[in-house]
């Protein structure tokens, strides 16, 4: 059994999953993600850079690092708490959304 033999058997979950994530522009310096507020979406990076930024209570905002592939946003929707970081755009990105309704309903 290979490992596309699974993935084929799934093949309708990966779509539904899919169709329901919506391409979206974000613009350099936009937060799409703030520091202690709700966070309704989950993003997947297509192209572009994000900095992850934090502050805590006696000291300025820090950068923790950037990313530029693969998915973050996930941890408020899992556990249904404020984001611990801000997530802002470094340049100007593509990524995919999934909302926290349909991110539920999955």
Known sequence: QSRLDVFERNLGDVVTIAQRFVREKVPAGADVILQNRPNDHLYVIERGTFEIWRSELDCDSFRLGTLDRGMFGEQPLLYEMASPFTARAATDCI?????????DVL
């Open 95 to 103: 990524v995919w959304k999934l909302s926290r309704e349909d991110f």
